[in-house]
């Protein structure tokens, strides 16, 4: 066991060990909760940036630490070339296990129109007809549009009323909206029942 950690903290693999050694203490923490697994905002080949990073210092410092036990004492540079040589196994090792991984993190499907469709929205004409009309919506990721909308009825949609987009009309290119403001009629008053 001395041979092993003399190996692992000499030169080259010290420097993978201590990539190592935050990688696995990256990966504790996020195993009991106290950090997110997308560490980094990147996707190498479909898999998330932490894990193939990761994967890469682990293979490679495996690389490393063969590398350095099968030369056995050697110069300076050619434990670099050991170093680099890992580097390189590391990343063509890392590449080959992304592949079958890349199926575990499916990627989000492109933004669709009916991606609105069952989500409230605002009026923003004078009114809406069954030929006439618009009003904004607000997406799942907080981002809004200004949508052409129809009614199949003769509900009040005025500018500012909020309507339930129900249906999307692929060839007239706009959203079916019906009234969220169910059995009240604006034009009535208290005093009019």
Known sequence: MGEFFAASLGFPVAVL?????VVVAYWLLVAFGAADADWVELDIGGVPATLGLSLLIAVSWFACLAGVELLGPTSTPARLGVLGGSLVVGLVLTRFAMTPLKRLFPEDPPASRLDFVGRPCVIRT???TRTFGQAEVTAADG???VVQVRQPGEDPLT??????IF???VDGEFFWVASLDFG????????DH
């Open 126 to 128: 004078g009114r809406v």
């Open 17 to 21: 060990s201590v990539l190592l050694v």
């Open 184 to 191: 009240h009629d604006p034009t009535l008053t208290r005093g």
């Open 159 to 164: 500018a500012g009323t909020t309507a339930l």
């Open 143 to 145: 981002s809004s549009a």
């Open 167 to 169: 249906d999307y009309d």
